[in-house]
């Protein structure tokens, strides 16, 4: 267990500057974000030296790869690390005067709390990438602070960047973060293997994209349980029987798309006979 000391900060009127740290996409679109509003980057810190380079380049600031030689003086410290490093790194840091919050899905918010003094989560909920940056508006961003002044800090630092600031516990964010997988990874998994399917048969996915779009159109214009379509839905069991029959060469999506189904009849059959 890491154990160290603490220094209390000094609390400020607004955040006018901050230490990203770490090279990844959350890094690389949230510093893009916090450009764009004012806030200067201090410093870009990480442990590859091009990476590092690069992202510091990008926000013309100071690059770092020594945890310890962190500026101790800034208002804040973005710790965009995977949730296995967070306290890794805090435990190489400096005593710093600012805020210094994680942005994981799933990490308790007290996990800092053994490094610092004052500490919180700043969680914009959003799949981020660098070939694509989505706009920073858009995205809801949920902000943790047991210090009332910091949550403060904290949430007008997210209403710059973000129309929808929500302050959470722990367990809400989690439950959002689970959420969050089945919405975006495990749509994605689907779309991999509809395009397993196809691939066989020489065709492409692009003639499913239409379909894509529209069924995330339609999920946010009604609610999912009334836009749920399918052969499942309509209890169209013929349909089933031939898919299933279809996907005699692809036993692990056969089993994915029977358990699909029987959650979609289980579901829709109980709400038919209610």
């Given at each position: 267990?890491?154990?160290?000391?603490?220094?209390?900060?000094?609390?400020?009127?607004k955040?006018?500057?901050?230490?990203?740290?770490?090279?990844?996409?959350?890094?690389?679109?949230l510093?893009?974000?916090?450009?764009?509003?004012?806030?200067?980057?201090?410093?870009?810190?990480?442990?590859?030296?091009?990476?590092?380079?690069?992202?510091?380049?990008?926000?013309?600031?100071?690059?770092?790869?020594?945890f310890q030689?962190?500026?101790?003086n800034?208002?804040?410290?973005?710790?965009?690390?995977?949730?296995?490093?967070?306290?890794?790194?805090?435990?190489?840091?400096?005593?710093?005067?600012?805020?210094?919050?994680?942005?994981?899905?799933?990490?308790?918010?007290?996990?800092?709390?053994?490094?610092?003094?004052?500490?919180?989560?700043?969680?914009?909920?959003?799949?981020?990438s660098?070939?694509?940056?989505?706009e920073?508006?858009?995205?809801?961003?949920f902000?943790?602070?047991s210090?009332?002044?910091?949550?403060?800090?904290?949430?007008?630092?997210?209403?710059?960047?973000?129309?929808?600031?929500v302050?959470?516990n722990?367990?809400q964010?989690?439950?959002?973060?689970?959420?969050?997988?089945?919405?975006?990874?495990?749509?994605?998994?689907?779309?991999?293997?509809?395009?397993?399917?196809?691939?066989?048969?020489d065709l492409?996915?692009?003639?499913?994209k239409?379909?894509?779009?529209?069924?995330?159109?339609?999920?946010m214009?009604?609610?999912?349980?009334?836009?749920?379509?399918?052969?499942?839905?309509?209890?169209?069991?013929?349909?089933?029987?031939?898919?299933?029959?279809?996907?005699?060469?692809?036993?692990?999506?056969?089993?994915?798309?029977?358990?699909?189904?029987?959650?979609?009849?289980?579901?829709?059959?109980?709400?038919?006979?209610?």
């Amino acid at each position: 267990m890491y154990f160290r000391a603490k220094i209390v900060g000094v609390h400020i009127s607004k955040i006018r500057n901050v230490i990203l740290i770490g090279t990844g996409r959350v890094s690389w679109n949230l510093g893009n974000s916090l450009k764009d509003k004012g806030i200067i980057i201090l410093e870009v810190a990480g442990r590859s030296f091009e990476k590092v380079n690069q992202l510091s380049k990008k926000f013309q600031s100071k690059a770092v790869t020594d945890f310890q030689q962190i500026n101790p003086n800034a208002d804040l410290y973005i710790l965009a690390v995977s949730d296995d490093a967070i306290e890794e790194v805090a435990s190489q840091m400096p005593f710093v005067k600012g805020i210094l919050v994680h942005t994981s899905g799933m990490k308790d918010s007290v996990v800092l709390t053994k490094f610092f003094t004052r500490t919180g989560v700043f969680y914009p909920l959003q799949t981020f990438s660098f070939e694509r940056q989505p706009e920073f508006n858009s995205i809801p961003v949920f902000v943790q602070s047991s210090d009332e002044g910091d949550l403060t800090l904290l949430r007008d630092l997210a209403e710059k960047l973000s129309s929808t600031v929500v302050t959470i516990n722990d367990e809400q964010r989690q439950r959002l973060h689970l959420a969050a997988v089945f919405v975006n990874n495990f749509t994605n998994a689907l779309y991999l293997m509809a395009d397993q399917i196809l691939v066989k048969d020489d065709l492409s996915i692009d003639y499913l994209k239409p379909l894509m779009i529209e069924t995330a159109m339609k999920a946010m214009n009604v609610s999912p349980e009334q836009a749920q379509t399918g052969p499942a839905r309509r209890n169209d069991q013929g349909t089933i029987a031939q898919h299933l029959e279809l996907l005699t060469a692809f036993p692990e999506l056969q089993e994915i798309y029977k358990n699909f189904s029987a959650y979609i009849l289980t579901k829709y059959n109980r709400k038919l006979h209610e």
